[in-house]
């Protein structure tokens, strides 16, 4: 037997590099650079204290001394908060998919917590709870966990009709139905889900740790703050930025291996 | 009657009615208005009718996806609706589209039935390769479905429909998006494996020549699938198959049954 439109089928796949980092990126970083390290410089001449503008001498400085357990406690809060949102988000996004019920009470209580303002999540977490651990994990989860539930959510109602009408005509249990169907078919949105995410629980978290919190980078953009230091700010920042692009690169990796059957 | 282990069970379909609201203007429809339908085991039945007929509706109550209004449906002594469960690896489906899961490979895509009657998986992979195997998609069997042709897709749904060995075959317009050739081929294939597999299969289709090149029985619906017309095939002999197939048309046509199917 052969199969009509064998010499139609397994085309070639252009290999797609894992990190694109265009000239222009290089150019526009060495620009800014230049810019800033000149008007370091120039700073007292401009009337601009020179604390204001420190030259990258100082923030290399600074860098030299961040203290890398700051980092991971805030890497763990980051993790930690995340894998709980998704789990809580995912759980919930198939509750409501089951049952119409349950998605009208939970809906409109979803609308308002995603209304809520980072800031007031705060407040409030300092004021209902005493742990400092528990109350950026509550924040963090509250704000990144409907974001899960929504994405996963709309992607099952957008899981296309013939393929749901395909698994249900093979009579599979509930749970068969997500497992084979429905959770590989919204991969491609969770992924999504947690690229919005890191950003968000990146920048929520270092919210959470200036207000209270005695380590983490926040807690040490905090003390910069307090101490006047721009350099200290600077180098604290900038771990923020490299942190955020590694778990975005790792996501990134991770997205194209569990996506490699997309065209 | 109930159904056995050993082979298909005849299908009974008694006063079936299916009758839905429309979403928008609240007007009822009639799909199914009265149908009366028995299809014995091992037996190959075409359906054929216009558009709006009520075929796949029939379709959709034959592999319990939706609950009759009125009348019943029994597939042995048992509902496929009420019963669903039971029918898990008894009956399955080959729809016009090919509707592989894209982020399966072929072997992933034809094991998928298996899976879910819970079959180890050593016995899992062989059973599905058999029957890829079968099909001449050896060579395909790690690929996705986007990495192959129209009719190998076709293929690998019909290897997933046929790796647990149905006693009942449901087939929707399965070979209607395909070009003749292919089509043809497929259509061949699927014959040959289901009268091998001994299953009872109904093949729902618009295409006269596809109905009568399959079918034991073809059954012409008018409206509401009204039963206009119950043809068994093998009264009719080869060179009179042009004369058949204009009278299926004019029937479907007219609405009524043509007067030259009463004399086969």
Redesign the interface.
């Known amino acids: 037997?052969?199969?009509?439109?064998?010499d139609?089928?397994?085309?070639d796949r252009t290999p797609v590099p894992d990190l694109i980092f265009p000239r222009q990126t290089l150019v526009s970083l060495l620009v800014f650079a230049v810019c800033w390290e000149t008007l370091s410089h120039l700073a007292p001449y401009l009337g601009i204290p020179p604390f204001a503008v420190p030259s990258f001498v100082t923030i290399a400085k600074s860098l030299v001394q961040i203290t890398p357990i700051d980092i991971a406690v805030t890497l763990a809060r980051v993790i930690g908060a995340l894998v709980v949102s998704f789990l809580l988000g995912v759980f919930l996004a198939m509750a409501m998919y089951r049952s119409e019920a349950l998605d009208n009470y939970l809906h409109p209580m979803i609308r308002i917590l995603m209304a809520v303002p980072v800031v007031s999540w705060i407040l409030f977490a300092v004021l209902w709870f005493p742990g400092v651990e528990f109350r950026i994990g509550f924040v963090l989860v509250v704000v990144c966990g409907p974001v899960f539930l929504v994405d996963s959510l709309d992607a099952m109602r957008g899981v296309p009709r013939?393929?749901r009408?395909?698994m249900?005509?093979?009579?599979?249990?509930t749970l068969?139905y997500f497992v084979?169907?429905m959770l590989?078919?919204i991969?491609p949105s969770i992924f999504t889900a947690w690229k919005v995410n890191i950003s968000l629980a990146i920048r929520v978290v270092t919210i959470a740790e200036l207000v209270g919190a005695v380590t983490g980078i926040g807690h040490q953009l905090s003390v910069a703050e307090e101490l006047f230091s721009v350099s200290d700010v600077f180098a604290w920042t900038l771990v923020l930025v490299v942190l955020l692009f590694l778990l975005e690169a790792v996501v990134a990796r991770v997205e194209k291996r569990l996506?490699r059957?997309?065209? | 009657m109930t159904v056995s282990t050993g082979g298909p069970p005849p299908i009974e379909v008694r006063g079936l009615r299916k009758v839905f609201r429309q979403a928008t203007s609240g007007q009822t429809v009639v799909a199914i208005d009265r149908l009366d339908l028995t299809v014995a085991p091992r037996e190959v039945v075409a359906i054929v009718g216009q558009t709006g007929c009520g075929k796949s509706t029939f379709f959709d109550l034959a592999?319990?996806?939706e609950a009759p209004t009125d009348g019943s449906i029994l597939i042995g002594d048992k509902s496929p609706h009420s019963d669903?469960?039971f029918?898990?690896?008894k009956?399955?489906?080959v729809?016009q589209?090919d509707?592989l899961?894209?982020?399966?490979t072929a072997l992933d895509n034809a094991k998928?039935?298996l899976?879910?009657i819970g079959l180890p998986e050593d016995a899992q992979r062989e059973r599905a390769l058999t029957w890829l195997n079968r099909?001449?998609?050896g060579a395909?069997v790690n690929?996705?479905p986007?990495?192959?042709?129209?009719?190998?897709r076709q293929?690998v749904a019909i290897a997933r429909a046929f790796s647990v060995q149905p006693n009942i075959l449901l087939a929707d317009e399965a070979f209607g998006h395909?070009?003749e050739?292919?089509a043809g081929?497929l259509r061949e294939?699927f014959l040959k494996l289901a009268r091998e597999c001994g299953s009872t299969a109904i093949l729902i289709t618009h295409q006269l020549e596809e109905a009568i090149a399959v079918g034991d029985r073809i059954v012409v619906f008018g409206k509401s699938a009204k039963l206009l017309a119950d043809i068994h095939v093998e009264k009719w002999p080869k060179e009179k198959y042009g004369v058949l197939r204009e009278a299926i048309q004019a029937t479907l046509q007219g609405n009524a049954p043509d007067a030259r199917l009463n004399r086969a």
């Open positions: 037997m052969s199969p009509a439109g064998h139609e089928a397994l085309t013939e393929l009408h395909m249900q005509s093979f009579r599979p249990t068969q084979k169907l590989p078919a991969v996506l059957w997309r065209p | 592999i319990g996806l669903f469960d029918f898990r690896g009956i399955a489906t729809f589209q509707r899961l894209p982020w399966r998928l039935p899976e879910l099909l001449g998609l395909f690929a996705y986007h990495e192959l042709s129209g009719g190998m293929r395909l070009d050739v292919t081929e294939t």
